[in-house]
């Protein structure tokens, strides 16, 4: 779903840069006769607007090595999934009409039905208990994981920090000691198990796990379309030599899909699941991690409103959701504290972060995400293009589309389906895709305001970056809502003595923005566009409105503990000042823009308007968790039952044009405007048989929801040209080796020589972030750290006393860090401290 020397294992694309200049007239001087030859004025070549190519069809191919077959037979451009298969691997390279691109952001673990310790109908659910879960990280060896399933294009994993962003490298140290603590240990893990579960009134009857009179039987949910099958049937294997009885089902995503993610879990539909995930985009800050994966904070879906860390747990959690911490020293802390806290709760046992590749044709060329590949990019709907070519229709297989329902507000996740409709939106701001930070895309400029003292800095010139003494919010600023009455509540309302911030994000959008972006149905963008999205971040959360969902309370209380107030200062151009106490440690990354993409696909105010109208009369809900506890449709906006149902709403608001929340959006949305956009969508419906209406590079076109395909389509009217993006290439990700003697003396001091190169030249200093090492011993133990010395561009030198170590065998462990690739490398050497 969606989210060292050991680090280059394999080799990035280096996507090529086809920019377009265009003829400019030449301006000709006036002369009293026509001179004697007269070369002709060049006739401007005009420049693409919006995609580079005019269709994408996405089919569903399962396994990759049949999308390598359908490659090479030329049936298919690319296959859009993380392949960690080093056979296919091999082919792909030796293949001159394939290539690929490079992902780090590919992961896997087991995820843990936590309800009970009984379900409903009285079956013992072991990993209810919390001892149980962490034990299961010493039942499964990792190293055989990484080497005999994914071939070595994986590292094993042990926390929820991707080993290729910078949190890992940051607290190595921590994770270090982890790693040593639950490293296999099949006996030792037995020995937890099975005393807990005779403390659950379990029995061990003939080798075998018995719960008053009955076995215990597992149900694992394998999922069968990678390496997760094999995974599967590993862990299974070790849970059935410790006397449990495991239920194998194999499941494909759509099969398992309604099980783990929709079913209530008391109902013990499922006890274990293979988990895959992937992140979307570079992360420079890991801290959301834990409140995703471990609290409910991370989803709607009934799965996640079950979990239940320990208070210490979920207070720690929430500081990092909401970076509620006032130096690095402090967040460090938190970030310990939470690594250890998580593996005594693991509702997840991690296993693998792959060293993932996409099989692509050698004719096509995409900007891809370092962290999510292509299917994950941000940018893939504006780069995508066949070399040297206009136009076309590019064939893009992945294992699977149409997975879950989609709706803006709570729909599918998973990213086989955020893939398709992430190029129908476009963005404020959108993420660089080797770095993670913040480029702008549909702002014009941004200035981020900050606390002095706060661990903030900028690394792009295009952001303002200032630090003032205090930050105090305007009184006239909204600061929270009020559902019954449909109005926001001031600053001066909410905190009559007054409040302040820890920062101010201000964005000045285009003062043509509201005449240039169309919505796909052809409505322009508006101001109710941006108020709609603000309301929306408040009233499903709230009591008193008509479309409450428990399910949003958990993300909303944390939102709000820090949020202080958002204004609009000026409509044309439109200026927003948004203030809270939650922030980036990088100015690019706090840039709040409201611009009205919801956490699952954008959406206009009068298309989410459909779905709020049906909502609020109980025929339809937004979210998973919500729909299953009504007993009524999950909202699609693209296919099924809930088609039917918004329609009649559609039509209803033909007849009679309604604008919602009117008390406040009223004042922003004339009748005039909600007419023009009902009509303008109900003729949108009757051409495409869907409601998803975006304002990017493509538009939804057609839906095949039967046969598992989609059609996207290039969108006429979209604004930018489409050389606007082509300038990313190859990143710069580090080498990293580590030399020095073998044996040390003890007592002497040691030292030791480190090289950092890209491509076999030396890395520029100014480039470097940062290059820290650590010693460990031969038990995992962090005996020293610390900062290594810059010699010269590349090359730089540890050097640590051995005084005090004791005489055996020793590793030192470098991390480097670029300020230009979001991606730490490694390097280690072992020795000897000798008497």
Known sequence: MLRNRLMMVIGLLVVASMVLAACQPQKTPVATEPPATQEPTPTPVPIRQGAWVDKIVFTNIDQAEEAVKQLQAGQIDLYAYSVSDPNLFETVKNDPALSYTTAFGSYTEITFNPSGPEFADGRLNPFSNPKIREAMNMLVDRNYIVQEIYGGLAKVKYTSLNSAFADYARYVDTIRAIEAKYAYNLEKANEIISAEMVNMGAQLVDGKWNYKGQPVQLIFIIRVEDERKEIGDYVATQLEKIGFAVDRQYKTRSEASPIWIRSNPADGKWHLYTGGWITTAVSRDDGSNFGYFYTPLGSGSPLWQAYKPSEEFKEVANKLWTNDFKSMEERGELFRKALVLANEDSVRVWLADQVSFSPISAKLQVAYDLAGGIAASALYPYTIRFADQEGGTVRWAQPGVLIDPWNPIGGSNWVYDTTVYRATQDYA???????????????????????????????????????????????????????????????????????????????????????????????????GDFVMAMIMT??????????????????????????????????????????????????????????????????????????????????????????????????????????????????????????????????????????????????????????????????????????????????????????????????????????????????????????????????????????????????GNLVTSGDAAFVSDGNYKVTFPTTGLAQGSYKVEVAVTSKVVSIPAFGSLEFVVAP
């Open 429 to 527: 701001v959108i993420p660089d895709p080797f770095t993670g930070l913040s480029l702008p895309q549909r702002i014009e400029s941004a200035t981020v305001t900050v606390q002095k003292g706060l661990p903030v800095g900028k690394t792009l010139d295009w952001i303002n970056l200032e630090f003032v003494d205090e930050i105090k919010v305007p009184a006239d600023a909204w600061a929270d809502w009020d559902a019954a009455a449909q109005k926001f509540i001031t600053v001066g309302e909410k905190y009559p003595e007054g409040v302040t911030a820890l920062i101010k994000s201000t964005v000045t959008y285009p003062a043509d923005l509201f005449e240039t972006v169309k919505w796909h149905d052809g409505s322009p963008l508006s101001l």
């Open 538 to 779: 408040f009233d499903p959360a709230k009591p008193e409105s008509a479309i409450y969902d428990e399910a949003a309370v958990s993300n909303f209380e944390a939102f709000i503990s820090q949020f202080k107030g958002v204004k609009i200062v000026s409509t044309n151009p439109l200026v927003i000042e948004t203030y809270q106490d939650q922030y980036s440690m990088d100015a690019e990354n706090n840039v709040i823009s409201w611009w009205p993409n919801y956490s699952f696909g954008t959406a206009s105010w009068h298309a989410l308007t459909l779905g709020i109208q049906a909502e609020a009369d109980k025929k339809l809900a937004f979210t998973a968790d919500k729909a299953e506890a009504n007993k009524v449709e999950w909202t699609s906006y693209i296919s099924g039952p809930s088609l039917q149902i918004l329609e009649e709403y559609l039509n209803a608001d033909v007849a009679n044009p309604f604008i919602p929340y009117e008390p406040t959006l009223g004042q922003y949305v004339t009748k005039e405007e909600a007419a023009a956009r009902f009509a303008n969508l109900q003729k949108w419906y009757q051409q495409r048989r869907h409601f998803w209406v975006g304002v990017g590079p493509f538009y939804l076109e057609t839906v095949f929801p039967v046969e598992k395909s989609v059609v996207i389509a290039r969108n006429p009217d979209f604004i930018d040209p489409a050389t606007k993006w082509a300038g990313f290439s190859e990143p710069k990700v580090a080498v990293v080796d580590v030399m020095g003697a073998a044996s040390v003396k003890a007592g002497n001091e040691a030292s030791f020589d480190v090289m950092v190169t890209f491509k076999g030249s030396p890395y520029p200093q100014a480039e470097i972030s940062a290059v820290k090492f650590l010693v460990f011993d031969a038990a």
